[in-house]
């Protein structure tokens, strides 16, 4: 499989456009060794070609789950195919995808996938989506559209789900902050039963706590669009910013010991709790031709 690796003094990036355009290795630079800031990519993962198994990886049209993969639009019900070990459909249709790429210059890739020709798309309206990484300095700024190209209005939202790592070398267990003014409880399949409520005090990381204190699995509404991770012991912290269309925050304390903190434009199961009548939700309607777009960016700054 043919890996795009972009470089610099401070980071090193290598994504696989074959995969989803995902990211299989982002490492920090530091006393002559390379430390993984996201999870490592396993060989198998991409020899099985199995993207949920990557570093980080893109979710388009829309993220996280669909409740029975049904949704309704415009007083139309949708039935997409499950495409997920557990029989429910979720994340995309992006991810496990070969998408084209091309270097703009050093420190500059440029991904593009269209479905608009597909004929196997697990998703009713064509769409296009474009991703720009770019490392600058101690930065990764990720960039990303998506765009109805059919001819009809489409629901639409996306996201990314980066796995960071819970040690960076010898450190102690990183320490997470986020704002947010919601949390969606849900059910036994991790979707939503009732509209965001207060934050309990035990998902509140208002103030740094262990990334690992609390097992988590939910989303987040009204996130402030910063957060940090901060690794004791290893004189290092990471910093991420978005841009408001990432309205929501999922975190996922993952069974590999890494933990999810996935920027996303709406609420899990969004198309339908729109069509519910449900508030905030996140989830945009495109007109044809219509475009919605964000960016993100990751910092690896001196701790304070």
Known sequence: ????????????????????????????????????ILRPTSPAALVQKHSPDTSSYILAPYSNRIREGRFVFAGKTYQLRPNWPDGQTLHGEVHGRPWSAQRINEHT?????????????NFPFPFRVEVAYRLQGDSLETSTTLVNVGTEPMPAGFGHHPYFMRHLGNSREALLCFGADHIYLTDTSCLPTRPAEAIPPEFDFSQPRPAGATMLDHVFAGWNGKLSLDWPGSDWRMELSADPIFSHLV?????DGSVALEPVTHATDGFNLLSQGWENTGVRVLEPGEKLAGSLRLTLAPSR
């Open 1 to 36: 499989m043919h890996l795009e690796i972009l470089q610099n003094r401070s980071l090193r990036l290598t994504v696989a456009p074959e995969l989803g355009a995902s990211i299989v290795g982002l490492e920090l630079h530091q006393a002559g060794f390379w430390l993984p």
């Open 251 to 255: 975190v996922f304390t993952a069974p």
């Open 109 to 121: 890739l440029h991904c593009a996938f269209d479905a608009s020709s597909l004929h196997d798309l």
